[in-house]
């Protein structure tokens, strides 16, 4: 494929799509996760949990609508994944939370970008196969 034929790709804009709905709800996330903890006076385990699922919800709205464009109704098994995979990617991030925040003694906010960047792979993925069918 050439690259011309790569950004006119239908998977290309699908791609950048989803970068700019997880931008998004990154923002989300992330706004929430300091909101909770500095406002709220939440620990950061429990707003970061919080903020997260949120997130998740507004982002599988977004998926819905804007990335995967033609998903159309889901299937009680295709939810069942794409939830089961965010549950796995809530997990993820809380447990990459306590090691970089209680082990590595790493800012929380910091943590946050670090654990951000681990389970962003793991929700394309996921999502993906999960709105697809």
């Known amino acids: 494929m050439r690259v011309d034929e ?3 790709s239908a998977r290309f ?10 931008g998004g709800c990154f923002v989300v996330d992330y706004g929430l996760l300091y909101a909770f903890t ?5 620990p950061y385990l429990w707003s970061s949990g919080l903020s997260f699922t949120i997130s998740v919800l507004v982002n599988y709205w ?3 609508t804007y ?19 965010s549950l796995a ?3 993820l991030n809380q447990v990459c939370m306590y090691l ?8 929380y906010m910091i943590a946050k970008l670090f654990a951000t960047a681990i389970v962003t792979l793991w929700n ?3 999502k993906r196969r999960a709105i697809q069918g």
């Open 38 to 42: 500095e406002a709220c006076g939440i």
């Open 6 to 8: 790569l950004f006119a």
């Open 13 to 22: 804009r699908e791609i950048v799509r989803f970068i700019v709905v997880g």
């Open 67 to 85: 990335v995967f464009r033609g998903a159309g109704r889901q299937s009680g098994r295709q939810k069942a994944l794409f939830f089961g995979s």
């Open 89 to 91: 990617g809530l997990v």
């Open 100 to 107: 970089f925040v209680d082990l590595c003694g790493i800012y």
């Open 124 to 126: 394309y993925v996921m």
């Open 62 to 64: 977004l998926c819905l």
